[in-house]
């Protein structure tokens, strides 16, 4: 029953680092989208030419993506979840402010200084949401690795002492039927039945 305790623990400390890495994954991929996006708005932005935007429009399809799977994972931190809301607002902020980058550019209309000082203010804090975010998962991934390590050494103790356990009775059991078997013998002997073999 111990080792079943230990090893039901062990997989669910697996599971739990299976799950942080999966969200850190998630939330790096938001960032690389918005800065695909960012990418294509740039260039389009100093060229005016279209096939500049191939990265924004991946980014725009990708963020969302990323948002809807990062928000999937069931984060159960209260924390991680007001940073992946927080990133949620910063996102859209973001997003939003390249959208009308883009189509002001299509109309003419040249991105100035004050935006791009917006532009860079939303995407700085995307980077430290997402920035916090992880350094917060890799430091419970380092707990839950330390967790893993104590859970699987547990399991080991307990499989060593079932296995002697499993010895002694085993070993107990033959002496004891042996007795049994050697004292059925003196007393058939002494009463003078014979013995069959």
Known sequence: MASYWSIQNQMNHRESLSQSRRSVTA??????ALLD??????GYQLTGREDFLEPYKR?????????????SLGV???NQQERLAGLKVAVGQVMNHLKNLVENRRRGIVMTQQQIVTGKAYMDECRKIVKDFVQYEENQVEIKNKDLTRSSETTVIFIVFSALAAVVVTAFSILKCGLTLSEEMSWKKCSGIKIRK
């Open 27 to 32: 939330v790096k991929d938001i960032l690389v």
């Open 37 to 42: 996006a960012e990418t294509g708005n740039r």
């Open 59 to 71: 980014g725009v399809r990708e963020y969302s993506k990323a948002l809807v799977q990062a928000e």
């Open 76 to 78: 159960h931190d209260k």
